[in-house]
């Protein structure tokens, strides 16, 4: 019997499209795979760009990962680069190519088609943008790295989302005097303000100049002027503003596309056209809570291109919600999220619960120990977790990671004091920080603990009590806040018996102690969740939140 090969045709490379073209070679070893790349590059490290600009990868050659000749000898695919496809023909099935180099244009039958286009850097329409540097591609980084060398020292960069904070760190290590810009009020806006003023000061304090909470309204050569008319020198400007989709060929064919942009795919990642796929950043995906979302990172799309060629083949699969997790490097800290923030989960009508905790990496009595600030959002009720926050040292990124895994498995804010998580002194404690969260959402659940924000301290008309020692009082706390440590509370209970009363501590714990020791003897007392570590760095947040009624 004769095997008649598939015409597979593959629009764009790097992660969805090669994942897409390599699994499928490793399926079919009959079907013809053409990848059609309009770039110079078909597969190459997009998110280690920024590490280029000042050497901590010092090698350009190693953030490319593969050529046409390396996939032709290995996988037998054709690979064309420099190939733009202007046009699909769904009823003929086939696409219509111009070849860069030469200008010839010609068309290519499939009988399956994958949209891998990727995103486009969003160019606001305003004076001088083209005369910044975007980073996407090895094109785009050749240029910003050049022009870092050879113009003078003052670097403006506009957006503190990941890609910003990554290339105002790596131009600040590369010797520039860095100004990051950032329209909205805080930097890293994935994360909740209290958090993100964790990153600023930490930016901030590797001289970094930060101004957020105002866009920009014009470039030059020279200088980018501010939406409050303050001009900032720049003898070069970093576009990080964020991207959108490249959904243009989707639209153009009639394939259904979101109206704020992104081309709409089922569980099997197909279009409309159920011959189409489409994956990576032009695709939109299902978030955490089942919501259609634009989510481009690395992840999805490497995985998106292996179910659909898994599909393809044949193979029973589906792309369901997942929860976005993003992570950075910002000089000595790490910065991640996954799922929803607070700001989102209530911007969908929810009223979630809330709680941080600021453990360090490891047991305390083994040296080297460094903080990590967690925030979980969930649900009382139920314990679904909606998302989850961590800046801090070393061990951050394993946290992130296990809560992004009970994320996606369904996992309850409880079940995370039942995993058992590895420990040894230098890595962990016996109640690993993921296990405390879990303690303290229990907690909340159960009714054990009433706990207030640290944005609902200046409106309460509860006597704040400050429950740490003396000399921690002494070095800073919530202003009118009187000092009656722990340990002398039951002693001292007739000065709280007459007033509500919201105590706190440094971390929360030792405030978690004390509440429910007064609401024992009959105080009303609740805790401040996060303590004094979370009040401080939320009342540096420039816009104070409304209080949740």
Request: with cysteine; glycine share 10%; net charge neutral.
């Amino acid at each position: 019997m004769n095997h008649v090969p598939l015409n597979i045709v593959i629009v764009g490379g790097v992660a969805g499209g090669m994942s897409a073209a390599t699994r499928l070679r490793r399926l079919d070893e009959h079907a013809r795979i053409t990848v059609l790349e309009r770039g110079e590059h078909v597969s190459f490290a997009n998110c280690g760009l920024p590490y280029h600009l000042s050497d901590a990868i010092p090698d350009r050659e190693r953030l490319l990962l593969h050529t046409p000749e390396s996939l032709a000898a290995r996988f037998r695919l054709d690979v064309r680069t420099r190939h733009e496809v202007t046009a699909i023909d769904r009823e003929a099935r086939r696409v219509t190519v111009t070849d860069q180099r030469s200008g010839q244009v010609h068309v290519l039958p499939y009988d399956k088609l994958i949209l891998s286009p990727g995103a486009a850097p969003i160019l606001p329409p305003l004076p001088g943008v083209p005369l910044a540097f975007p980073l996407r591609t090895l094109p785009d980084l050749d240029r910003l790295k050049a022009a870092a060398k050879t113009r003078g020292p003052n670097a403006v960069v506009i957006g503190a989302g990941f890609i910003g904070l990554e290339v105002a760190e790596n131009l600040r290590e590369a010797g520039k005097a860095v100004t990051l810009v950032e329209a909205a009020p805080q930097v890293l806006p994935p994360l909740d303000p209290e958090l993100a003023v964790l990153v600023q000061r930490e930016l901030e304090r590797h001289g970094v100049t930060v101004i957020s909470g105002v866009g920009f309204s014009a470039i030059t050569e020279q200088s980018v002027t501010l939406a409050d008319g303050r001009v900032l020198p720049a003898d070069l400007v970093a576009l990080a503003v964020g991207v959108r989709p490249e959904d243009t060929l989707a639209r153009q064919a009639g394939l259904d596309v979101a109206g704020r942009g992104g081309i709409l795919v089922n569980g099997q990642l197909q279009t409309s056209d159920p011959d189409i796929y489409a994956v990576g950043d032009a695709a939109l995906v299902r978030d955490a809570l089942g919501n259609v979302a634009f989510v481009p990172l690395a992840w999805g799309a490497n995985r998106q291109g292996r179910l659909v060629a898994d599909h393809i083949a044949g193979r029973d699969v589906s792309f369901g919600g997942h929860p976005a997790t993003a992570i950075a490097k910002v000089f000595g800290l790490t910065a991640a999220s996954t799922g929803l923030n607070e700001r989102q989960v209530r911007a969908l009508g929810l009223t979630p619960a809330v709680v941080h905790t600021h453990p360090g990496s490891h047991a305390g009595y083994y040296p080297g120990a460094e903080p990590i600030h967690l925030k979980l959002v969930f649900d009382a009720r139920t314990g679904r977790i909606y998302g989850a926050q961590a800046v801090g040292g070393q061990g951050t990124d394993k946290r992130i990671d296990v809560l992004a895994t009970a994320l996606h498995a369904g996992l309850s804010a409880e079940d995370l004091a039942d995993l058992p998580l590895a420990y040894a002194p230098p890595y962990s404690s016996a109640k690993d920080p993921v296990n405390m969260l879990g303690y303290v959402a229990q907690n909340v659940m159960d009714g054990l603990t009433r706990t207030r924000q640290w944005h609902e301290v200046a409106g309460t008309h509860r006597l704040v009590v400050d429950v740490r020692e003396p000399a921690e009082y002494a070095r800073g706390s919530i202003p009118g806040a009187v000092n009656v440590p722990l340990n002398d509370l039951r002693s001292r209970l007739d000065e709280l018996r007459e007033q509500p009363v919201l105590v706190y501590c440094q971390v929360g714990q030792r405030g978690h102690a004390a509440a429910r020791l007064l609401t024992e003897l009959g105080v009303d007392a609740v805790n401040l969740d996060g303590g004094f570590l979370t009040w401080q760095a939320g009342r540096a947040v420039p816009t104070r939140l409304p209080v949740p009624g």
